[in-house]
């Protein structure tokens, strides 16, 4: 299995920008396709951005398309993402997730897919 743990988060104001990372261990990173998820209080876990185990295909949830970038470095076992134009709104905990799937192609956006999860980094968005 792998275990993720997220780094970077913090307070930022609106309209600035933040990269927050991810570094898995354990089980061979580039065997996991990866997402990032956040929630809000008071809200359900909602997909931000998603990555195909080969870095080659993206997917992003309608509220970031445009301002957030992921990527990923299977040499170094780190997951990223850059978020712009930062927006209150984006203020959540981000996690990290990691999905088992043997297509090298796929950018997975089924929540229930990703099995393994980390501890979140918090991500404030002051206006």
């Known amino acids: 299995q792998v275990q993720l743990v997220e780094s970077g988060g913090g307070l930022v104001q609106a309209g600035g920008s933040l990269r927050i990372s991810c570094a898995a261990s354990?089980?061979?990173?580039?065997?996991?396709?990866m997402g990032w998820f956040r929630q809000a209080p008071g809200k359900e876990r909602e997909i931000v951005a998603t990555?195909?185990?080969?870095?080659?295909?993206?997917y992003y949830g309608d509220s970031v398309k445009g301002r957030f970038t992921i990527s990923r470095d299977n040499a170094k076992n780190l997951m990223y993402l850059e978020m712009n134009s930062l927006d209150p709104e984006d203020t959540a905990v981000y996690y990290c997730?990691?999905?088992?799937?043997?297509?090298?192609?796929?950018?997975?956006?089924?929540?229930?897919?990703?099995?393994?999860w980390g501890q979140g980094t918090q991500v404030t968005v002051s206006s």
């Open positions: 997730a990691a999905a088992e799937t043997h297509s090298t192609r796929v950018a997975l956006t089924f929540r229930g897919l990703y099995n393994y």
């Open positions: 990555i195909s185990r080969s870095g080659g295909t993206t």
């Open positions: 354990g089980r061979t990173f580039s065997s996991y396709a």
